[in-house]
């Protein structure tokens, strides 16, 4: 099994920065992929950004320039680093692994077999 545990979440201003944290225990050499997703009040869940065991990413386009994805394998820890954030950015976001995607990682729910139990970010003035 797969434990996530996510950090990181908070209030910031438009314009400023965050960084997400996902650290994952167990059996993370059998989900080669992690993923971020979000929702916000009264819409549906979404995909923003993803990365392979091969370091290849996908980013949604309203994050684009903004949001940045990365790992460390040594320390079982996936990043969303989030810059010049604005209120639409307000969500739960979600930590997802994947024991499906190798090399290239995509954003469907159904591909994500382990999540973490969400944090909340607010961009808010």
């Known amino acids: 099994q797969l434990q996530l545990v996510e950090s990181g979440g908070g209030l910031v201003q438009p314009g400023g920065s965050l960084r997400l944290s996902c650290a994952a225990s167990?059996?993370?050499?059998?989900?080669?992929?992690v993923g971020w997703f979000r929702q916000a009040p009264g819409k549906e869940r979404e995909g923003v950004s993803c990365?392979?065991?091969?370091?290849?990413?996908y980013v949604q386009d309203s994050v684009k320039g903004r949001f940045t994805i990365s790992r460390d394998y040594a320390n079982n820890t996936v990043y969303l680093q989030m810059s010049r954030l604005k209120p639409e950015d307000t969500a739960v976001y979600y930590c997802?692994?994947?024991?499906?995607?190798?090399?290239?990682?995509?954003?469907?729910?159904?591909?994500?077999?382990?999540w973490g139990q969400g944090t909340q970010v607010t961009v808010s003035s």
């Open positions: 990365i392979s065991n091969s370091d290849n990413t």
């Open positions: 997802a692994a994947s024991s499906s995607y190798q090399h290239f990682c995509q954003m469907v729910r159904a591909g994500y077999d382990s």
């Open positions: 167990g059996f993370t050499l059998g989900y080669p992929a």
